[in-house]
């Protein structure tokens, strides 16, 4: 990792480097080598990769700095962290003018991340260390990449609340001082534990997998990649998904079905009935009038039928069934891994809507599904969600 001798920017190149000096390269299929060279190739045109105080990167770091990024990324549709646009290494820690402090590294939310090369070099060179500032940058890069209008990697922007449900409490253990398999710096905030735990999740996985296996399965699904021996495999959701599903404690059955009369459609549906039945009262059935809102009320009740919902939970999964007389229809079982969270939102105390978010596998998308629930035993179900690592969001 230390050889950093100038090179053209050439695929053979890349492979020649990578292979001598990044592990990760080494434990991908001959496919995904190719891939990943391509990937750092285009990262690096994209990227403006600068020195200060005197360092000059070369192509060979450059290539380094790029291996870094495409790595944590390689599992993602969209990957380029295309809202920082420059990084500018320092030959060691460098000051931070706001804080007076050293630092080794910086995601600064206008568009550009700091490194020291020194720093950098150190975490590829111990990788038992559960240190690599690469890594811890480029994660908070992954992290703010949407946060300014700038798109995000689809599946990473929809999913991250499932993977907070499953940091939260392991981050919180660690700010109080329990013991963890996590440094402590990891209990700084949680966006500092994103950082701490993507860099274990590549150097130690098995130990997350073995102390907090729900972070595990949730930090491969989001990643989309998974180190089993010593091979790195990509494309993994569909498989940890069902792995996930395998550790929950599940939901004890019931039918969630929404109050008609709360149901903003079916109140609409009502209000076509009032003048109907005045209009019919006046003009008779056959009138103009009354059939011109006879054929809305029919229109505004099959919007109302065709939209209303109800979520069956039995065990470790769970169904959408759609319509109420007319559209009956069943959307199909999904694991209960497949639930991301559940938006509860008060009205004034007068009823409250549920919004649940899940995805779908069989067409790669997220879901939403509005409930304003009947009289259930609302504390004991999103308790049995709390405990499956469901987040439960209140407004």
């Known amino acids: 990792m230390h050889n950093t001798t100038d090179i053209p920017l050439s695929t053979a190149s890349l492979d020649q480097l990578l292979t001598a000096s990044f592990t990760y390269y080494n434990t991908l299929c001959e496919t ?31 290539i380094l700095i790029a291996a870094s990024a495409v790595q944590l990324t390689f599992g993602l549709s969209l990957w ?40 950098f070099l150190h975490g590829y060179k111990h ?22 209008g700038e798109e995000q990697d689809y599946f990473v922007h929809y999913y991250f609340e499932a ?16 013991p963890s398999v996590f440094r402590k710096y990891g209990g700084t905030n949680i966006n500092e534990f994103i950082s701490v735990c993507i860099e274990h999740y590549f150097e130690s996985p098995q130990e997350i997998k073995l102390h907090y296996p729900h972070l595990y399965f949730s930090t491969g699904i989001l990643l989309n990649q998974i180190l089993i ?16 599903n395998t550790i929950l404690s599940g939901i004890s059955e019931r039918y969630l079905k929404s109050r008609i009369i ?30 011109s809102l006879m054929v809305l009320s029919f229109f505004t009740y099959l919007r109302f039928d065709f ?21 009956k229809r069943h959307r199909g079982n999904l694991l209960l891994s497949h639930l991301i969270c559940v938006q509860v939102d008060s009205r004034s105390g007068e009823y409250e809507e549920w919004i649940f978010r899940f995805y779908k596998e069989s067409d790669g998308h997220f879901h ?28």
Not at 35 to 48: A, H, M, N, Q, V
Not at 263 to 291: E, Y
Not at 307 to 327: A, D, N, P, T
């Open 32 to 62: 995904d080598k190719t891939l990943f060279t391509k990937r750092c190739l285009r990262f690096i045109e994209g990227k403006e990769i600068l020195g200060a105080e005197g360092f000059v990167p070369n192509n060979a770091v450059k």
């Open 80 to 119: 380029d962290l295309s809202y920082f646009d420059a990084i500018i290494l320092y030959p060691g820690d460098f000051d931070h003018v706001p804080s007076g402090r050293k630092f080794r590294g910086e995601t600064n939310l206008n568009g550009y991340l700091k490194l020291s090369w020194k720093s």
């Open 127 to 148: 990788s038992e260390d559960n240190i690599n500032l690469g890594l811890h940058e480029f994660a908070h890069a992954l992290r703010f990449n949407g946060f300014r």
């Open 163 to 178: 993977w907070l449900a499953s940091a939260y409490e392991v981050h919180y253990a660690l700010k109080a001082g329990r």
């Open 229 to 244: 021996g010593e091979r790195t495999y990509k494309d993994v959701r569909s498989r940890l998904f069902k792995e996930k």
């Open 262 to 291: 709360s149901d903003a459609r079916f109140t609409s549906f009502l209000i076509t009935l009032m003048p109907l039945v005045f209009t019919i009262a006046g003009s008779g059935v056959l009138s103009g009038p009354s059939l």
């Open 307 to 327: 939209y209303y919902s109800r979520l069956h939970f039995f065990g470790k999964h769970f169904s959408v069934e759609k319509g109420c007389l007319i559209f």
């Open 368 to 395: 939403e599904e509005l409930i304003v629930p009947k009289q259930i035993d609302k504390s004991a179900f999103l308790t049995e969600l709390s405990k499956n690592k469901i987040a439960v969001l209140r407004k």
